[in-house]
């Protein structure tokens, strides 16, 4: 059965960093478009970025301005979210999806993704 469970979630301070993992069993990481999504309290989950392709490709949402990385170990079938300089605003729940015909112009549209983790809760407070 495919899964894929986010890891590396937990309380940091204001300016701290944290790097999540996306785990996979059933199904391997380097066919697929991965892709990073989190949602807040009270608000609409919202895409954070994708690593896509044969030659990893990245798509990033504009507000990570260069705070946040996604990378691919196919070794370990993994998916890194690495992510800086974190704010409070960055508080919420963290998900990875999957899909096979995702990436490219429309990675951020969340009905492309096919397998989706349970999340990771990351929480930014001094």
């Known amino acids: 059965q495919e899964q894929l469970v986010e890891s590396g979630g937990g309380s940091v301070q204001p300016g701290g960093s944290l790097r999540l993992s996306c785990g996979a069993s059933?199904?391997?990481?380097?066919?697929?478009?991965v892709a990073w999504f989190r949602q807040a309290p009270g608000k609409a989950r919202e895409a954070i970025g994708c690593i896509a392709g044969s030659w990893d490709t990245t798509y990033y949402a504009d507000f990570v301005k260069g705070r946040f990385t996604i990378s691919r170990d196919t070794t370990k079938n993994t998916v890194y979210l690495q992510m800086d300089s974190l704010q409070p605003e960055d508080t919420a729940l963290y998900y990875c999806?999957?899909?096979?015909?995702?990436?490219?112009?429309?990675?951020?549209?969340?009905?492309?993704?096919?397998?989706w983790g349970q999340g990771t809760q990351v929480t930014v407070s001094s």
């Open positions: 059933g199904l391997s990481l380097r066919y697929y478009a």
């Open positions: 999806a999957a899909g096979n015909h995702a990436g490219g112009p429309s990675w951020y549209r969340e009905r492309i993704y096919d397998y």
